[in-house]
C-alpha cells in the first residue's frame, strides 16, 4: 500500500485522509466477516465445545465428598491421617448428621461408590450405614420418649423450635441448611417451607435447631410435606438429647416447651453418653478400618489428581504418588497399544493408497471420475455395515477361510484366527479409514505436473529414479496430510475395535465407553478422554502448522 | 500415442501366458475337485491350446469369443450345476477376450510406443495391484448384498446360496424391513433428524465460509480450528461431553437434543466444501454486481450463491451422511423416540442378530449410489459453470 | 425409616386417587427394555394386550436397559427422567434403589394377589431382593455348546468344569467379557467348596487362583458382550461351546434348529424386573402402575413363558406355564428353575459383587489385555 507519503494526506473521493477512508472500509469489511462467521462460532461454542469441556471438567472435580459428608471431613482437618488411631469422638458425631441426612436424601451411596473406586469395600460401608445410621442412639431417644410422649409429637417440636409468633428468626441457620441441602442434593433449595427456626431456641440449643431446620427444608422441598403435620427425624432428638447433655442452662428460657425441655435434661441425666465411634463400628467394622479413614480424607477436597492417576496407572497414597499393583496395571498398555495399532493403521492406509491414488491422479478425468466413486462408496455405506461384513469374511467360517480351506492353502483344522484380535481391528479400520488417505493424496497428486517426470525420463533417469527422487518427493504432502488425518481418526476409534477387536484389539476409547455406560467411572472416563484429546489436540495443531486446516479436501 | 502400433504379437508368448493364466483358474477348479494337480496340468494346456487354435487356426475373433463363453458355461454347468455354469461363463468371457487382446497386441494400444517389455509388464503388475485394492475396498459391499437375500437368520453363506439355489435366497428380510414398524419408525426418525440437521449445519455454514473467505478475518486459524474440531475430536469424547451437557440442558433424549449434536458434526464438511469452491470463486464477478448496482443481498443470491451452489449441495450431502450415518453421538444424546436407522442396526448387531440389517445396507447403499452420482454431476455442472474443465 | 413408611403411604394414597379418576393418566409410556426376543416376550404377552384393552394408550421401548443406570443417573442430574418404566436385573435394581434413582413400593399395594388371594408379597416371596424392584423373571447365565463338534468318543460335556477341560473338549469358547460368573466357576472348578467361593475371591490369592485357571484357556476364549453373540458364534460353528442366557440357547435350539445342546450345570440364577424411576409426575406414575398391575399378574407372568424359556418370578405362575406359542413344546423343562435343571446352580453374591466389583474388574481387564 503507497498510502503514505510526506507530502501530506492522499484524500479520498469524499474529502478524508485515505488512510483513515481505507482502514475504516478494513474494519467495515472485517466487521462483515465476523459477522458471518459469528452464529456458527457461537453454535459449535455452545453445542459441542462447552459440552466437551464441561465433560473434562469431571476429572478432577470431586465436591461429592465435601459435599455429602460437609461436617465429617471439616473435621477430618485436624486429624493425622497418617498416625495410626482412628479420628476422634467428634468426627463420628460429625459424621453421624452427614450419613443421616445423606441416607434421607439417598445420597450416601453415591459417595460410597465414588470412595469405592480408591478402596475396595467403601461402598458396603456406606450402603450399611445408611440402612443403619437410625440405630444410633436408639436407648437415648427411647429414654427421651419415656419421659414425655411430646417428644414424639410433631405439633409440640414444630411449635417450640418456631416459637411464639413475632419472635426473631434464626435466618442464618435456614440459609445455610438450605444450601447444605442444596450442595447435597445438586437442585435448588429455595422456596417457602413454612417454617424458620426462632433465635431464642437457636442460642439455646443449636445442635437441635441445626438438625431440625434441616429436617424442615428437606420435608418441605424434597418430600413436599408440610413440616408442621411430620416428626422429626432421630437425628433431631439425638441432636437435642447431646444439646440437653451438654449442660446447657435452661433457666432462663420461658418459651414454648421450657418445661418439657427441663424435666428431660433432668431425666436425661443418668443416661450412657451416645457412642457414636462404637455406633458406627456395631453397624459394619469397616469404620474401624484405618485405610477407610485415609482414604476418604486423601478425597475430601473438592478436586482431585486422583482420576488422572489411575488414568496413567498410579495411585495416590498417604507416601505420595506410587504405582497401582501390576496386576491393575491397564491403561498403559492400552495407551501404547491404541497408539501402535493407530500407527499400524495410518502405514497400511498409506501403502494401499499411494498407488490407487497415483492411478486416479494420473487417469483421464471421466474414468477417475468413476474410479472415485469406488472410492466414495464405502465412505458413504453405514460404519457398522462395513464392520459386520468384516466380521462375516474374516472369521474362522468366514468366506476368507472358507476360501482358503477350498484352495488347500489352509488346513481345515488350521483356520486362520483373523478376527477378535489386532489383525481384525487393523484389516476393518484400514478399510474404513482408507477413503481419508485417498482423498488428501489425490488432491496433492493431481497437482503434480507429469512433465518433470518426463523430464527426468528424457535426460536418462530409469524409471526407479524418476519416480522417487522426482515424483515422490513432490507427492509427501499428501502422504502427510493423509497420515496425520488418518492417524487422528483412528486413535479415537470406538464402533469397530467394539465390534471386531476381541480383547487384544480393542482401544482406549472402548474404557472409556465402559466407564461410561458400565462402572459409572465417569471421573475416571473423563481423565482417559483428556488424555486422548490432548494427544489429538498436538496432532490436530502439527497437521495445522503442516498442512494447514484450510487445505483439507473431500472429493 | 497414435504413433503406437498395434500389431499381433508371437503366438508363442501368447500361448504361455494364456497357459500360465489357465493354470491358476485350472488350480481352482481342480481344488474343488480335490485334484488341485491334475487342475493345474489341464487347466494349462487347454488355455495353451485354445490361444494356439484361435490365434492360428481361427482367427475369427467375434465368433471365436462367443464360441469360448459359450463351450465354458456349458461344461461348467454339465459338472457343477448352476453355480459352475456361471463361474464358467465367466472363465469363458475372460480367456476369449484375454487371448486376443494379448495376441492383437491391444495391450499396448495406450501406452507410448517406446516402452520396454519390462516397462509394460510393471505398467500392468501396477494395474492390477490397483484393482486389487479396490477390489478391497468394495468387497465388504459386495459381501453384503448378497447376504441381504440370505433365506436363514444368520449371517452365514448357506449352502444352497453358494449352489445358487433359489431355496436359499429370499426377500424375507426386505419386507421384515418394510413391515416392522421398529425399523420404519427408526426410518422416519432419521429422515425427520438428517434433514434438519443438515439445514442448520448448512445454513451456518455457508455464511461461515463465505465470512471466512474474505481477506480480512482477524484469527481466522483459530476460528478455523474450532470450526474444523467436531471432525478429529473423537466421537466417544464429543458423545460423552453432550451426554452430559444436553442432559443438564433438557436437551438429552430429545429430538433437538440429537438435531443439534448432528448438525455440529456435519459443520466442518461443510466448511471445508464451501470453502473449497469459494478458494476457485473470482471475486471481481461480485465487484462488477456491486458495480453495477446490485445490493448485497441481490449480489449473494444472483451471483456469489449458483456459483457456489455445487459446494453447498456437496457439502449438504456430507453433513446429511453424517447424521444419517451417526451411531454414537445419537446412542447417548437420543432416547427412544430419536431412535434412528444406525441406531436400531446397532441393536440389532448387539441383540438380535438378523440379516434384515444387511438389507438396510443394500438399500443405503443404493441410496447412496444416487447421492454419488448426483454429486458427481453436482461437479460437472460446477466446473463447466467456472469453465475450468473440457467437458 | 419413619420417611419410607410415609412415602409408602404418599404412594398408596396416589394409586387409590387415581382409580377413582382414570381421566388424569398419561396416554403413553416409554418402557426400557432389553430388546430382542425377550422384549418381544414382554412385548407379546402383556404390552399387547394392555394396549388392546387402552387403545388411546402408546408404549415406546428404548433398549436402553444394558446402560439404564448411566442413563437414569444422568436424567435425574438434570431433572428430567423421559422413562416410565424401566427393566433391569436385580444389581442394578438395587443400585438404583439405593441411590434414589428408583421408587420404593408397597408390593402388595400396587401389584395383583395371586388367583388364591395370597399377598403379592409372599407370592414373589424372596425374589424381591429389594424395595424397588418388581421381580419378572428368573433367568440364568448358563452353557451351550455345538452337538455336532462333541469329539468321537468322548461324552458330550455336562459339567461346567468341562469348560476348562481344553483337553478332552478342544475347541473355542465364547465367555462375557467381565469377572462375574467367571471367577466363580473358575474356583469352583480349580477345587474350591461351592460356600466357600466368595471367600477364597475376597483374597489376593483367590483372585490370582481364579485368573490362573482361566489363563488355561484363554486363548482359546472369544469374550462376549451381548447376548445375542454367543448363539450367533455356536451358529456359525466359530466357538464349540458358550455361556449365555438361557433364553437365547432355547431360541437358537428351539426356534432355529441349531445343533446346539444345553448344559445346565453351575447355571448361575440372575433376576430380572421392573423399577419405576424416582419423581414421575404424576400422570405418568397413575399410567404406570396402572399398566403394572395388569402385566405383573399371575396370568400375565406366565403368559410370558410361552415366549421364553425364563422362570416367571410368582409362585402362583408356575403351574400355568404352558406351551410354546408357537412350536407348541411344553415349556416346563426348559425353565432354569425346573428340577432337573437346577440340581447345580450358583447363586450370585449381590452385594459382594457391589462392593468388589471396581477391584476386581481392574484386576479382570489388566489380565485380559496381558
Not at chain 3, 418402557?31 to 415406546?60: C, H
Request: charged share 15%.
Amino acid at each position: 500500500m503507497s498510502d503514505t507519503t510526506d507530502t501530506g494526506p492522499v484524500l479520498a473521493a469524499d474529502g478524508t485522509p485515505l488512510k483513515r477512508s481505507l482502514r475504516r472500509a478494513l474494519r467495515a469489511q472485517k466487521l462483515r466477516a465476523l459477522a458471518l462467521i459469528a452464529p456458527l462460532l457461537i453454535f459449535v461454542l455452545v453445542t459441542f465445545i462447552a459440552p466437551i469441556a464441561d465433560m473434562l471438567f469431571r476429572s478432577v472435580e470431586n465436591q461429592i465428598v465435601s459435599n455429602t459428608l460437609p461436617n465429617a471431613v471439616a473435621t477430618l482437618n485436624d486429624w493425622d491421617g497418617t498416625s495410626d488411631g482412628l479420628p476422634g469422638e467428634d468426627t463420628f458425631e460429625a459424621l453421624y448428621y452427614d450419613m443421616f441426612l445423606a441416607a434421607e436424601a439417598k445420597r450416601h451411596t453415591r459417595v460410597g461408590s465414588r470412595l469405592n473406586y480408591e478402596e475396595s469395600g467403601i461402598s458396603s460401608m456406606f450402603r450399611k450405614s445408611g440402612r443403619g445410621v437410625d440405630d444410633i442412639g436408639e436407648d437415648q431417644i427411647d429414654a427421651l420418649e419415656d419421659i414425655n410422649d411430646v417428644w414424639g409429637d410433631e405439633t409440640f417440636w414444630f411449635t417450640m423450635m418456631s416459637g411464639p409468633d413475632g419472635v426473631a428468626k434464626a435466618n442464618g441457620i435456614l440459609s445455610a441448611q438450605r444450601e447444605r441441602l442444596a450442595n447435597l442434593d445438586q437442585s435448588s433449595f429455595a422456596g417457602e417451607i413454612g417454617f424458620a427456626p426462632s433465635q431464642q431456641i437457636a442460642d439455646l440449643l443449636p445442635r437441635t435447631v441445626r438438625a431440625y431446620t434441616a429436617f424442615a427444608v428437606f420435608t418441605a422441598i424434597e418430600d413436599e410435606d408440610i413440616v408442621a403435620e411430620e416428626e422429626p427425624w432421630e437425628a433431631v432428638k439425638v441432636a437435642l438429647i447431646e444439646d440437653l447433655r451438654s449442660g446447657i442452662d435452661l433457666s432462663g428460657y420461658d418459651g414454648p416447651g421450657a418445661q418439657e425441655l427441663r424435666e428431660a435434661q433432668q431425666g436425661l441425666a443418668n443416661q450412657p453418653a451416645i457412642d457414636y465411634k462404637q455406633g458406627f463400628i456395631d453397624i459394619t467394622e469397616d469404620w474401624a478400618n484405618l485405610d477407610n479413614w485415609k482414604t476418604i480424607k486423601m478425597y475430601a477436597p473438592p478436586f482431585t489428581t486422583g482420576y488422572f492417576l489411575n488414568a496413567v496407572d498410579m495411585q495416590k497414597t498417604p507416601e505420595g504418588f506410587q504405582p497401582r499393583p501390576e496386576n491393575e496395571q491397564i491403561y498403559g498398555i492400552l495407551f501404547k497399544r491404541t497408539l501402535f495399532m493407530s500407527l499400524m493403521i495410518t502405514g497400511s492406509c498409506i501403502l494401499l493408497a499411494y498407488p490407487v491414488a497415483y492411478l486416479l491422479a494420473n487417469l483421464p478425468m471421466r474414468t477417475s471420475s468413476l474410479l472415485m466413486i469406488l472410492v466414495l462408496l464405502p465412505f458413504w455405506t453405514s460404519l457398522l455395515v462395513r464392520t459386520s461384513a468384516w466380521k462375516v469374511m474374516l472369521q474362522q467360517q468366514g468366506v476368507i477361510n472358507d476360501t482358503l480351506v477350498w484352495l488347500g492353502l489352509v488346513a481345515d483344522e488350521g483356520r486362520l484366527v483373523m478376527i477378535n484380535n489386532q489383525f481384525g481391528t487393523i484389516v476393518a479400520m484400514t478399510h474404513i479409514l482408507l477413503p481419508f488417505m485417498i482423498l488428501p493424496m489425490y488432491s496433492v497428486m493431481s497437482t503434480i505436473p507429469p512433465y518433470y517426470v518426463r523430464a527426468a525420463r528424457s535426460l536418462g533417469a530409469t524409471n526407479w529414479t524418476s519416480f522417487w527422487r522426482v515424483y515422490f518427493p513432490q507427492s509427501v504432502p499428501g502422504i502427510g496430510a493423509g497420515s496425520i488425518l488418518v492417524f487422528i481418526l483412528a486413535i479415537g476409534y470406538y464402533i469397530t475395535p467394539e465390534i471386531v477387536g476381541g480383547t487384544s484389539g480393542t482401544f482406549i476409547s472402548n474404557r472409556i465407553a465402559y466407564h461410561i455406560s458400565t462402572s459409572l467411572n465417569w471421573g475416571l472416563a473423563a481423565a482417559l478422554g483428556s488424555i486422548l484429546l490432548a494427544a489429538v489436540l498436538i496432532l490436530y495443531w502439527a497437521y495445522d502448522k503442516i498442512v494447514g486446516i484450510d487445505n483439507v479436501k473431500l472429493g | 500415442m497414435t504413433l503406437t502400433i498395434i500389431e499381433p504379437k508371437p503366438v508363442s508368448f501368447v500361448a504361455l501366458v494364456v497357459a500360465a493364466a489357465g493354470a491358476f483358474a485350472g488350480l481352482l477348479v481342480g481344488t474343488a475337485h480335490d485334484t488341485p494337480f491334475m487342475g493345474v496340468l489341464l487347466g494349462a494346456a487347454v488355455a495353451a491350446v485354445l490361444a494356439v487354435v484361435w490365434l492360428t487356426v481361427f482367427r475369427n475373433e467375434r465368433t471365436a469369443r462367443w464360441l469360448t463363453f459359450v463351450a465354458f458355461g456349458a461344461v461348467g454347468f454339465f459338472y457343477v450345476g448352476l453355480m459352475g455354469g456361471v463361474i464358467g461363463l465367466a472363465f469363458g468371457a475372460f480367456f476369449g477376450w484375454f487371448i486376443f487382446w494379448l495376441g492383437e497386441g491391444r495391450y499396448r494400444a495406450k501406452l507410448p510406443p517406446y516402452t520396454t517389455a519390462y516397462q509394460v509388464f510393471l505398467h500392468f503388475l501396477f494395474r492390477v495391484t490397483c484393482g486389487a485394492i479396490f477390489i478391497f475396498l468394495i468387497t465388504p459391499i459386495l459381501v453384503v448384498m448378497p447376504l441381504s437375500f440370505n433365506a436363514e437368520n444368520f449371517f452365514t453363506f448357506t449352502p444352497e446360496m453358494l449352489r445358487l439355489d433359489p431355496e436359499g435366497y429370499s426377500l424375507k428380510h426386505y419386507r421384515d424391513f418394510f413391515s416392522n414398524s421398529d425399523w420404519q419408525q427408526a426410518m422416519r426418525n432419521s429422515l425427520s433428524i438428517a434433514p434438519m440437521a443438515t439445514l442448520l449445519s448448512v445454513g451456518f455454514g455457508t455464511l461461515a465460509a463465505i465470512g471466512l473467505s474474505s481477506e480480512h478475518v482477524p484469527f481466522r486459524r483459530a476460528i478455523m480450528a474450532i470450526l474444523i474440531s467436531p471432525m478429529i475430536v473423537p466421537l466417544i469424547i464429543s458423545a460423552a461431553g453432550m451426554y452430559f451437557f444436553y442432559s443438564r440442558l433438557g436437551l438429552q433424549g430429545t429430538y433437538w437434543g440429537v438435531v443439534l449434536a448432528h448438525a455440529a458434526l456435519g459443520i466442518p464438511f461443510v466448511i471445508i466444501t464451501v470453502t473449497a469452491t469459494l478458494v476457485g470463486f473470482d471475486r471481481s464477478l461480485t465487484r462488477a454486481a456491486a458495480n453495477m448496482g446490485a445490493n448485497p443481498l441481490t449480489t449473494f443470491f444472483r451471483v456469489q450463491m449458483p456459483l457456489i451452489l455445487p459446494g453447498v449441495i456437496s457439502g449438504g450431502l456430507f453433513a446429511f451422511i453424517t447424521s444419517f450415518d451417526e451411531v454414537v453421538v445419537v446412542l447417548f444424546v437420543g432416547s427412544a423416540g430419536q431412535k434412528t436407522l444406525p441406531w436400531q442396526m446397532f441393536i440389532g448387531l448387539r441383540e438380535q442378530i438378523s440379516p434384515t440389517i444387511l438389507a438396510v445396507a443394500t438399500i443405503l447403499v443404493a441410496i447412496s449410489i444416487a447421492l454419488l452420482t448426483t454429486v458427481e454431476l453436482l461437479r460437472r455442472r460446477s466446473e463447466r459453470l467456472r469453465g475450468m474443465s473440457p467437458g | 425409616m419413619k420417611f419410607k413408611t410415609t412415602l409408602l403411604a404418599t404412594t398408596a394414597l396416589t394409586v387409590a386417587a387415581v382409580s377413582a379418576q382414570a381421566q388424569d393418566m398419561a396416554d403413553s409410556m416409554t418402557l426400557v427394555s432389553w430388546g430382542g426376543a425377550y422384549q418381544n416376550s414382554q412385548q407379546k404377552a402383556y404390552v399387547e394386550p394392555y394396549l388392546a384393552d387402552n387403545p388411546d394408550v402408546t408404549a415406546t421401548w428404548d433398549e436402553s436397559s444394558a446402560e439404564a443406570v448411566a442413563k437414569l443417573r444422568a436424567m435425574n442430574e438434570a431433572g428430567n427422567v423421559t422413562w416410565d418404566l424401566v427393566d433391569v436385573v436385580a444389581s442394578d435394581a438395587m443400585r438404583l434403589c439405593d441411590e434414589g434413582l428408583a421408587m420404593e413400593l408397597d408390593h402388595d399395594e400396587i401389584l395383583a394377589p395371586a388367583p388364591d388371594g395370597t399377598d403379592a408379597s409372599d407370592d414373589f416371596g424372596d425374589l424381591i431382593v429389594s424395595d424397588c424392584f418388581i421381580p419378572q423373571i428368573v433367568y440364568s447365565t448358563t452353557f451351550g455348546y455345538r452337538t455336532d463338534m462333541v469329539p468321537e468318543g468322548v461324552e458330550p460335556p455336562s459339567s461346567v468344569c468341562d469348560v476348562f477341560d481344553l483337553e478332552t473338549y478342544p475347541g473355542k469358547r465364547a465367555l462375557q467379557k467381565r469377572p462375574i460368573d467367571n471367577m466363580e466357576w473358575a474356583l469352583y472348578c480349580d477345587g474350591v467348596a461351592k460356600d466357600e467361593i466368595y471367600d477364597v475371591l475376597g483374597t489376593d490369592e483367590g483372585v490370582t487362583r481364579a485368573l490362573a485357571k482361566l489363563e488355561g484357556i484363554k486363548d482359546e476364549v472369544v469374550w462376549w458382550t451381548a447376548g445375542a453373540e454367543t448363539p450367533q458364534l455356536l451358529a456359525d460353528g466359530e466357538v464349540f461351546m458358550g455361556s449365555t442366557y438361557n433364553g437365547r440357547l432355547f431360541s437358537a435350539i428351539a426356534e432355529q434348529d441349531q445343533p446346539i445342546g444345553m448344559m445346565w450345570d453351575m447355571q448361575s440364577f440372575d433376576l430380572d424386573g421392573w423399577i419405576i424411576p424416582a419423581d414421575l409426575p404424576e400422570d405418568r406414575l397413575a399410567r404406570v402402575l396402572d399398566f403394572l398391575y395388569f402385566a405383573t399378574d399371575t396370568q400375565r407372568l406366565a403368559d410370558q413363558a410361552a415366549y421364553i424359556s425364563y422362570g416367571p418370578a410368582r409362585e402362583s405362575s408356575a403351574p400355568l406355564v404352558g406351551e410354546h406359542a408357537e412350536l407348541g413344546i411344553a415349556m416346563g423343562p426348559h425353565m432354569p428353575t425346573d428340577p432337573a435343571n437346577a440340581t447345580n446352580t450358583h447363586l450370585y453374591d449381590y452385594e459382594w459383587w457391589a462392593d468388589n466389583r471396581d477391584d476386581l474388574d481392574a484386576k479382570f481387564q489388566s489380565w485380559l489385555v496381558n
